[in-house]
């Protein structure tokens, strides 16, 4: 692969930056639209969820199989799922209504707004890698990576802002927190650009593709499927993956 200059690595990472930044979209929706419907929440983890299979399954994965081979394609995806499946056994972190249904007096609250936002942090610094590097190696598919993690991220927002919102009273400490938490994702990108990108190689890319497919199933699996499914109305959710899934498929053959 040639050498990449500057300017091209600034699209990947503009995408970077919209897909860590939208936590604050998430603040957002939690501290200003009063009548703010489950249902709302448990479409858009679903077509955060349909998105990230779909492009991890048929894109992601396909191309590193076809490129390097099935073995180590499929060794790629799989320590793509346990480097992620680590971190979140290392560094758990909760989501919103787990704080919103307890009766934690303030301190307790806002501790636990300071560790979701510490977990989420950390949890988002390989999405912002994997956005940074499937741009550069398919911009389009790091335009869908990058906008099915923007969705994944609002309720992340939520999460963060909540807690701290309660326990402080304080709009601008609850948007500046969760904002803080998306931060992670650029940080990633940067780590990219600084360390690896001397290795970016046709296998190394197509390895690192693979990879992030195994990342991007494992999340979806682990923390955006369960919170979809947690309230009756499940058809919603379904609904939400059938239509990402579709929105994905068109959206790689239009591109």
């Known amino acids: ?3 990449l200059n500057l300017k091209e ?5 503009a995408l970077t930056f919209l897909a860590g ?3 604050g979209i998430g603040s957002l929706f939690a501290l200003f639209i009063k009548d703010f419907k489950k249902s709302y929440l448990q479409f858009s983890l679903g077509l955060s969820a349909g998105v990230m299979v779909y492009v991890s399954f048929v894109e992601l994965l396909g191309a590193s199989i076809e490129e390097i081979g099935f073995l180590k394609g499929n ?3 799989f320590a793509g799922i346990f480097f992620i499946m680590l971190i979140d056994y290392l560094i758990p972190h909760d989501y919103l209504e787990e704080h919103v249904k307890s009766d934690f007096k303030d301190k307790k609250l806002l501790s636990a707004g300071m560790m979701t936002t510490l977990g989420i942090a950390i949890h988002n610094f390989p999405e912002g890698l994997a956005v940074f590097m499937s741009s550069i190696g398919d911009i389009k598919l790091g335009i869908a990576l990058a906008v099915a993690i923007a969705i994944h991220n609002i309720p992340e927002g939520i999460a963060v802002a909540m807690p701290i919102y309660f326990a402080t009273k304080s709009r601008k400490k609850a948007f500046w927190y969760s904002l803080l938490s998306g931060i992670a994702e650029p940080i990633g990108a940067l780590v990219g650009i600084l360390f690896l990108s001397p290795f970016l190689s046709v296998s190394f890319m197509s ?5 992030v497919g195994g990342i991007m199933v494992f999340i979806s699996f682990d923390e955006l499927l369960p ?3 947690q309230h009756e109305e499940s058809h919603i959710s ?4 059938i239509i990402g899934m579709l929105v994905m ?4 053959h239009l591109l």
Do not use: E
């Not at 390895?207 to 990879?211: E, I, M, P, S, T």
């Not at 379904?238 to 993956?241: P, Q, Y």
């Not at 498929?249 to 790689?252: G, V």
């Open 207 to 211: 390895f690192l593709l693979a990879f």
């Open 9 to 13: 690595f600034l699209i990947p990472l």
């Open 249 to 252: 498929a068109l959206s790689l």
């Open 227 to 229: 919170l979809a499914f």
């Open 1 to 3: 692969m040639p050498d």
């Open 238 to 241: 379904i609904s939400g993956i």
């Open 75 to 77: 060794l790629a995806f």
């Open 21 to 23: 930044l939208s936590t």
